[in-house]
């Protein structure tokens, strides 16, 4: 097949989206496809790694704005190259540009939601333009099973779930971890639908009662000076909150002991499942349905059932008492790493678009 892949964020974000649209395209092109990256311009340079025997095409700024001359490119990009499927990796409007490019071709169109819907209708983009652009597309993707029943019922026929896979780097046992200076850790974006806050004040709540634990966050974004001051406000000695870390994350999973994710908004976290992946216990907020669809409570993992500081405090506080409960959990989070997340996703990707080109798209 020649596919091409199109995220305009990967010289931009160091996103999950930009993530999972690479790592798509590795895998692809690993199996004998030819894979094209479509990207806008940005710094020229991908975030992330990139395979230099993968062709990325940068389009220019202005195809944000839909500058016609950069849409008669793309058009003429996929021609040129006889793409026969284009797959678009966003979270918001920008599937409709990619969605323009292919419509003069003739190229079938896979949208790929990368968050929850219900985020990319209330804050992202309207539902409206989501829903027109739904229709004209091959094959809609989901991450998840919770986030099927958000696409219109005549369309469903041709929605398929696939979650984001599990790093390439799990390792073949699960990895065992320090029980001196116990940590719980946050890593991702300091953004308000993640809810950094929220995990600062459980926190604060349990750090007398836990004097040898320490809380380690880890991110970027618009919060960390104000989560910075709050954690001073609280006199939080033992919490730490840095930006992105020079070195690789994996060691931070790895020198952690609890992983906690207090996010209200995700499409398929690669934070959580990083964590997986290293054997750590996973907790959350059941408002999150992406957490509820990946945390099995209890078994992986600890769901708080209100987005408060005293009920997250009060879900966290077992897995600080218990060496033996993280253990068991974290046993199960690194054993449905293998399993439920493995890299066997991708022969699932593989076959769907064989079926997209081959316009054999009922009941994909």
């Avoid at 219109?152 to 779930?161: E, G, M």
């Avoid at 992983?259 to 907790?283: H, R, S």
């Avoid at 408002?287 to 408060?308: E, K, Q, W, Y």
């Avoid at 399993?339 to 997209?356: C, H, M, N, P």
């Amino acid at each position: 097949m020649r596919i091409a892949i199109a995220n305009a964020g990967i010289c931009q974000s160091r996103g999950g989206a930009e993530r999972a649209a690479l790592r798509l395209a590795h895998e692809m092109r690993a199996r004998g496809h030819t894979v094209h990256i479509l990207t806008v311009a940005g710094t020229y340079s991908p975030l992330y790694s990139v395979d230099p025997r993968l062709p990325i095409h940068f389009f220019p700024s202005s195809f944000f704005s839909g500058d016609a001359a950069a849409v008669n490119a793309g058009s003429g990009l996929l021609q040129e190259n006889k793409i026969e499927v284009l797959l678009s990796f966003e979270s918001d409007w920008k599937h409709m540009l990619w969605k323009i490019c292919s419509t003069d071709t003739g190229t079938p169109f896979i949208c790929s939601e990368r968050i929850t819907p219900e985020l990319i209708e209330r804050e992202l983009w309207h539902r409206e333009g989501r829903l027109a652009l739904l229709e004209q597309s091959a094959a809609i993707h989901e991450l998840l099973p919770c986030y099927v029943p958000l696409v219109p019922k005549h369309l469903r026929h041709k929605t398929f779930v696939i979650p984001n896979a599990s790093p390439e780097n799990i390792p073949p046992e699960c990895p065992e971890h320090p029980s001196t200076s116990p940590t719980l850790l946050y890593l991702g974006r300091f953004s308000k639908e993640k809810r950094p806050e929220l995990l600062l004040r459980a926190f604060a709540l349990l750090a007398q009662e836990f004097p040898d634990w320490r809380l380690r966050m880890i991110g970027w974004g618009d919060t960390q000076s104000s989560l910075q001051a709050l954690s001073q406000e609280l006199n939080l000695d033992s919490c730490t909150i840095i930006g992105p870390v020079a070195t690789s994350t994996w060691a931070e999973y790895l020198s952690a002991n609890i992983y906690c994710l207090p996010t209200k908004y995700e499409g398929c976290p690669n934070t959580v499942l990083e964590a997986m992946a290293a054997g750590l216990p996973i907790v959350g907020v059941s408002d999150c349905p992406a957490m509820t669809s990946i945390v099995r409570n209890g078994i992986n993992g600890l769901l708080a059932n209100f987005p408060t500081p005293e009920a997250l405090a009060n879900i966290l506080r077992p897995l600080l008492a218990s060496e033996k409960a993280r253990q068991r959990m974290g046993r199960e989070a690194w054993h449905e790493c293998n399993t439920r997340y493995s890299s066997a996703l991708f022969d699932k990707w593989e076959s769907i678009l064989k079926k997209v080109v081959a316009k054999n798209i009922t009941d994909v």
